[in-house]
């Protein structure tokens, strides 16, 4: 069984690593087959993982297009390279590596990409839709003949920056412009000139090429510039002396010694001091190329998606700035962008506030469940207390105790009621199966030790009645009674039950089978002196009746003697009144008494022969018995006009012969004591009750009246003792002595109506089965 049970256990594990193989392989599959069948993007980067515009972008674009897309990146690194070789070499590998994929939509960052791509796009991406970004020098005619391009232009908008600037400061004296030698440096230069001339009121410093200012020079002259001047920085990457700047630093530097605040037109310097600006933004060129990528990728034809000219620049602020330069945010037009605000301590700790409260949330719930718990386990013990006492002292008032034997560790636990019925003080008991059977009568040992066995076999139960002795030496009887509790693969582990001291009941039980002895004893004298002293009785009586007719017949001889003999009238007179007369009178009481002593000694002598007639106990068949009866007093039966009716009968453990009296009687009397006024009826009926066979015989004579039913079972009683019908009171005590006999029971039943039930019960032979 155990061997099956392990193979079976072999081979579900097999079948479930099986499983869980097979799954994986699938899930594999699944997730390659779905890798590959994702749309396949291109991002052509102009430039290097590493500047701020160009990860700016790749967040931007990524922001949009997420896992659904499958994405590839080529940087071209555009700053550090840029030789027409190099882009033969970048030519010849994307051919390479994209000859044979099919591309859905590519994506170009900044000038480099653009142009790249406008030149070779045909070559090498045929049929490949192209969403350019972050292009600065866009020209229409660049796209006339490619219906695959569309884009988002990268504008610098530098009239709004100026708007912006007089509008949030609309005091302002002095504004400083800074820009390089670079071709964007001078045309931005150039078109702030143009817009400075419609605001001749402003003081308007242009510290651009022409004035070739290195940085430090750049520095030192917005360090002097006087106060209510607001600096516009459109770009410095590059000194007089062509070297590039790290625009970063420089900003800093500016921001620190500036009299007010900087703005700009690009992201890329915020947060080095720019007080904000409306700027162009490489996240926010990457994310509207993301859109039109997808909007592509969803099924828009390219030459539905129009080129997208202002939506990626935001009106973008740093708070610190503004905060510096006392610039409220009210006044900042709607939409604006705000980097640096200091977070509210909620903002800040959002998470930890919100998994903290969660988990204060789930330790009150906790506790109030534990809480309720308490409470319910409270009432429990309270509950369990009480029943506890209730059993406690129902033990107690039973002398009684409970027990447990753990048969593993062969710890036998006694309640505390135990100890007291084994004589023992409390703590004494050492708990073990050995100190148990060290407190029997070693006459018992045995029958317990068996009694255990077999309920631990689960053959029985464990009952038992034996006796213990006490340490002060006196025997004590006990009764056990007990269950066992088995383990899953049917090993008895505990047993427990109840013990309870029946010394007082063994005793009386001892007394009555005393007394009972005695008084089988006694009865049996009884008989003997009934049944000698009215066998012994007769022989004199019949010897009184013998001599009374002697007596009789001396008389009449002595009458005749004293007629022939001449006696004198009066003494004659005397002798014949004594001889005639009195003689006779006392004679016939002498013999009437002497009749009825003869007659109650036949009775006596009847009763007393039941009760030491030797029984023959079998299973009789009452129906069989019933009509061997009824067959016998068929002629009275019919010379009464009477009818017998007996019903289907149980059978019944008892002496034919003596049973057959009993109903022989009954139906007897039924005929005896029948009605003058009807014929006599007389129903036998009988079932099973509770191991008895109880059977009623009901007639319709004259009844008994309640007063005579207790002492009808007497010996010699008689209802009417002057009734004509001839009795002797014994059929009724006969019936008694034999129901005695049988150990059962005979009564008389109320009945409506005429008539009288007599019913015996007699132990059935169901039971005993
Ligand atoms: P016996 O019939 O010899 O007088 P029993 O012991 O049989 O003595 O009956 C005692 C008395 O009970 C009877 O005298 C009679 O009056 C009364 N008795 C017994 N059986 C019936 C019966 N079936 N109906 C009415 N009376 C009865």
């Not at 866009?138 to 391009?149: N, R, T």
């Not at 710890?411 to 050492?430: A, I, T």
């Not at 309920?455 to 002060?472: F, T």
Request: hydrophobic letters at 40%; aromatic letters at 10%.
């Amino acid at each position: 069984m155990y061997s099956c049970r392990k193979r079976l256990s072999f081979w579900f594990i097999v079948t479930v690593g099986v499983a869980v193989i097979v799954c994986q392989l699938f899930a594999d599959q699944l997730q390659s087959q779905a890798r590959y069948n994702k749309p396949r993007v291109l991002i052509v980067n102009s430039y290097n993982k590493g500047l701020k515009w160009s990860d700016g972008i790749m967040e931007g674009i990524e922001s949009v297009l997420s896992a659904e897309f499958d994405i590839s990146v080529e940087y071209m690194d555009c700053k550090r390279y840029l030789s027409d070789t190099y882009f033969k070499a970048l030519y010849d590998l994307y051919e390479l590596k994209y000859n044979d994929v099919d591309l859905d939509i590519i994506i170009s960052t900044d000038d480099n990409a653009y142009q790249f791509l406008l030149e070779n796009h045909q070559s090498l991406f045929p049929a490949v839709p192209v969403v350019f970004c972050g292009v600065n020098n866009f020209d229409p005619g660049q796209i006339a003949e490619k219906p695959l391009f569309t884009g988002v232009l990268e504008q610098l908008h530098l009239d709004r920056n100026i708007d912006l600037v007089m509008r949030l400061h609309p005091a302002v004296e002095n504004i400083i412009v800074i820009s390089d030698d670079t071709t964007n440096g001078i045309a931005n230069s150039r078109r702030i000139r143009e817009i400075s001339k419609s605001l001749p009121r402003v003081n308007w410093l242009f510290y651009d090429s022409k004035m070739e200012l290195d940085e430090k020079q750049l520095v030192s002259l917005v360090s002097k510039a006087p106060q209510n001047t607001v600096v516009y920085y459109t770009d410095y990457f590059r000194d007089p002396d062509g070297n590039l700047v790290d625009y970063e630093k420089l900003m800093q530097k500016l921001s620190q010694v500036a009299p007010g605040p900087i703005y700009t037109q690009s992201d890329i310097y915020l947060g080095y001091g720019v007080a904000g600006g409306y700027m162009v933004s490489g996240f926010y060129q990457g994310k509207v190329a993301g859109e039109i990528a997808k909007k592509i990728l969803t099924g828009t034809p390219v030459e539905k998606v129009p080129i997208v000219e202002e939506g990626a620049n935001k009106y973008m602020f740093d708070y610190q700035q503004l905060q510096r330069w006392k610039i409220s945010e009210n006044i900042l037009p709607p939409g604006s962008i705000m980097i640096n605000r200091p977070q509210s301590f909620y903002y800040q700790y959002k998470v930890m506030i919100w998994s903290i409260s969660g988990a204060f949330a789930f330790l009150a719930i906790v506790i109030l469940a534990l809480f309720s718990a308490l409470l319910y386990r409270r009432k429990i013990e309270t509950k369990l207390r009480i029943r506890e006492k209730r059993y406690s002292f129902a033990l107690q008032a039973a002398r009684s105790g409970s027990w447990e034997w753990d048969i593993i560790t062969n710890d036998l636990f006694w309640s505390e009621h135990v100890e007291p019925l084994f004589g023992f003080e409390k703590g004494r008991f050492s708990g073990t199966l050995e100190a148990f059977m060290d407190c029997i009568l070693e006459q018992d040992r045995q029958k317990v030790s068996q009694a255990i066995e077999k309920a631990l076999q689960g053959r029985s139960d464990y009952y038992i009645e034996h006796r213990i002795v006490w340490p002060d030496k006196t025997i004590h009887w006990v009764s056990e009674t007990g269950t066992v509790e088995y383990d899953k693969t049917g090993r008895p582990v505990r047993m427990f039950g109840i013990v309870q001291d029946i010394t007082q009941r063994r005793h009386y039980e001892d007394e009555r089978e005393k007394l009972l002895h005695r008084l089988k004893i006694k009865n049996e004298e009884l008989q003997s002196v009934v049944y000698t002293a009215s066998h012994d009785l007769k022989s004199p009586l019949v010897n009184v009746q013998g001599f009374t007719g002697e007596l009789i017949r001396d008389c009449e001889s002595l009458i005749k003697y004293c007629e022939s003999q001449s006696i004198t009238p009066s003494v004659w007179q005397e002798i014949r009144t004594m001889i005639k007369e009195n003689i006779p009178v006392y004679i016939r009481y002498i013999k009437t008494s002497v009749d009825k002593m003869s007659m109650l000694l036949d009775g006596l002598l009847k009763v007393s022969r039941i009760g030491t007639q030797q029984l023959n106990f079998e299973n009789l068949d009452m129906n069989e018995l019933l009509e061997n009866i009824k067959r016998e007093m068929s002629y009275q039966v019919t010379k009464l006009n009477g009818t017998i009716d007996v019903e289907r009968l149980p059978p019944c453990m008892g002496d034919a012969r003596q049973i057959n009296q009993l109903f022989t009687n009954l139906i007897d009397n039924a005929l005896k004591y029948r009605s003058p006024d009807r014929p006599p009826a007389i129903q036998i009926s009988g079932k099973y009750e509770n191991g008895f066979c109880v059977y009623s015989v009901r007639d319709n004579g004259r009844g008994i009246l309640p007063e005579h039913t207790k002492h009808i079972f007497e010996i010699f009683y008689r209802l009417d003792p002057s009734s004509p019908v001839k009795g002797e009171g014994l059929g009724l005590t006969i019936v008694q002595r034999i129901v005695d006999r049988h150990d059962g029971r005979v009564w008389i039943e109320p009945v409506e109506g005429h008539g009288a039930c007599f019913c015996v019960a007699i132990k059935s032979t169901l039971m005993l089965k």
